[in-house]
């Protein structure tokens, strides 16, 4: 397994046992978490995300999950991110996402191609773009609290 | 039945969850009132079409020949498929895929095959036309019943929200752009509509994003969707009396207006950086410097149009609500191009959309859990009524016939009960 392979399944793996914290931690200061609306969005300001949060605004996203207070993770929900058909290519990878979503009772699926882009620093390999293109995004879609 | 409903100042939690309510909303609401259906912007030049809803019907907007507007249900005169399946485009003529009736763009039939074989193939009908569809400054609504009062009555005291949205293009004109967001949840239309104006729900609700803004604080000081965004979850911290600061604005006709509360940064509503400078000098340009002032004077958050808009003019967004069942709700995002405006100003719009009102909103998400909370907890019949007094001896008449009162007011719950009950009854 190559480094950025396992880099990849790592930040699925930390989504999925809530350590939020330590997620964050895998992107580089002027990373970028983005889930357009559209297919082949080109920018941010071309179309409307469903989320588009530099890290200063993840953080404050990852801040709240951590807190207490946040009705909609009482009760939490439990994950599994299914990351498959990974390709990469230098520093980018793409792969097949399919997030398994259960709470208060319900079930739910999302699913999407990612991509992953990343770069090396003193500190190892970072996050630079996470990119989740659902096949659904332009669909309601219920109140989504943890990252995809 | 509805007289059972409204109790003084309380409403029965039936008209929150029984489905008997809700199929008499579809027919006495939903049939007769004028609903939102597109923007003009969005079919601009003869043939284009966009596929809509109005009330539960799918609908085809049309741009004629004539350059007027045609609304047509999308169903085949013939067997009822589905005619149009695209969401929009451009076109002569409508065909079914089935058997290839064709229509023109009134919906009336061009021609079926074999016409020869029918003893009276002139009486065939062509797609069914929603009887009125009218457009207030660009705004499409329609209504499925052909009598009723107009357009600009009905939307009343509340046209001037389309009115403010217009007036700050420096161009003169918006358009749609971005395309939507879409949230859905299992929870009755109007709880969205009560929540929108509900000024003290954010000091609970929302309580969650304003702590973790408050953790970073130099999230103020990031990039501009950095700043926006921790602005954004701020101003949802205000203590009560604050929120009692913040008008309420109940018009005939349950529409209502909550004033603005955005005061520092990239929200606040007059700012003194370069490109509110150049949207600022854009607009004098087009109304002089007094009229320019007073448009940007007019600080509003939501403007609600009864049943189901709410229209952000200061952000160029709108919300339309879509009631599927009496515990299922969608509701649609868009928002509008000020033409003539800095590109930055369209930025903000797209962001102000994107952190308020995504299902994955740090704001939003917490808004839909409670409506899911109090759908299920309704279900429960341990008391049969829900009250709405809250704040009802500051509601101030005005000589208008519209109501004012305090930000933490029910005002607005009462207001829309009291029009929800002038078309139920009838």
């Not at chain 1, 709240?64 to 980018?92: C, F, K, N, W, Y």
């Not at chain 2, 169903?75 to 079914?96: F, K």
């Not at chain 2, 719009?349 to 409506?371: G, H, R």
Request: proline share 5%.
């Amino acid at each position: 397994m190559t480094d950025v392979e396992a880099l990849v399944l790592r930040e699925a793996r930390l989504l999925d046992e809530r350590r939020f914290g330590e997620w964050l931690e895998l992107f580089a200061d002027d990373a970028v978490y983005w889930i357009p609306t559209k297919p082949d969005q080109a920018s941010p300001h071309e179309a409307l995300s469903i989320i588009y949060e530099p890290k200063s605004l993840l953080a404050v996203r990852v801040e709240r999950l951590q807190r207490g207070e946040m009705h909609v993770q009482t009760p939490p929900s439990r994950t599994v991110h299914h990351v498959s058909a990974i390709e990469i290519s230098d520093l980018e990878a793409r792969s097949a996402l399919i997030v398994a979503e259960w709470r208060n009772g319900e079930s739910r699926w999302f699913a999407g191609r990612v991509l992953h882009r990343l770069k090396r620093g003193p500190g190892g390999l970072q996050i630079v773009l996470k990119r989740v293109d659902l096949t659904d995004g332009e669909a309601p879609h219920r109140a989504i609290a943890v990252p995809l | 039945m509805i007289d059972n409903l409204l109790r003084g100042d309380a409403v029965h939690r039936a008209a929150y969850i029984d489905p008997a309510v809700f199929a008499l909303e579809q027919e006495r609401i939903f049939r007769r009132v004028w609903l939102y259906v597109g923007h003009e912007s969005e079919v601009p030049a003869a043939g284009d079409y966009l596929l809509t809803r109005l009330g539960p019907d799918e609908v085809i907007l049309t741009r004629r020949e004539d350059g007027g507007l045609s609304l047509l249900h999308n169903r085949c005169a013939h067997r009822g498929a589905r005619v149009v399946s695209e969401p929009a485009g451009n076109t002569r003529q409508l065909r079914c895929p089935y058997h290839a009736w064709s229509y023109r763009l009134d919906g009336s039939l061009i021609g079926v095959p074999l016409a020869d074989g029918y003893a009276n193939a002139k009486e065939l009908r062509g797609l069914a036309a929603v009887p009125r569809v009218e457009s207030y400054r660009g705004f499409v609504f329609a209504s499925h019943a052909a009598t009723g009062p107009a357009l600009a009555d009905f939307l009343g005291g509340l046209k001037s929200a389309f009115d403010n949205l217009l007036d700050r293009a420096p161009a003169g004109r918006i358009t749609r752009f971005g395309g939507s967001l879409r949230l859905e949840y299992r929870g009755n239309w109007k709880m969205f509509m009560e929540n929108a104006v509900d000024l003290v729900h954010p000091g609970f609700v929302h309580r969650s994003s304003v702590e973790a803004a408050r953790a970073h604080p130099e999230a103020e000081r990031g990039d501009s969707v950095t700043q926006q965004g921790a602005q954004m979850f701020l101003a949802n911290g205000m203590r009560a009396q604050q929120w009692d600061d913040v008008p309420l604005h109940a018009f005939p006709g349950g529409h209502v207006y909550m004033g603005g509360f955005y005061r520092q940064g990239v929200i606040a509503p007059q700012r003194e950086d370069p490109v509110f400078e150049r949207y600022r000098k854009a607009l004098v340009e087009r109304h002089g410097e007094e009229k320019a002032a007073a448009v940007l004077a007019v600080d509003r958050f939501n403007n609600l149009i009864w049943p189901t808009i709410s229209v952000n003019a200061r952000f160029g967004a709108m919300r339309i609500v879509r009631p599927l069942a009496a515990d299922h709700t969608v509701v649609d995002v868009v928002c509008f191009r000020l033409e003539g405006a800095p590109e930055e100003m369209h930025e903000l719009t797209l962001q102000f959309v994107n952190l308020a009102a995504s299902p994955a909103s740090l704001v939003a998400s917490d808004d839909l859990e409670i409506f899911e909370r109090c759908q299920r907890g309704l279900a429960d019949g341990a008391n049969e009524w829900i009250d709405m007094r809250r704040g009802v001896l500051t509601d101030r008449r005005q000589a208008d016939g519209s109501v004012v009162s305090s930000g933490t007011s029910e005002l607005p719950v009462r207001h829309q009960f009291a029009a929800w009950k002038s078309w139920m009854r009838a």
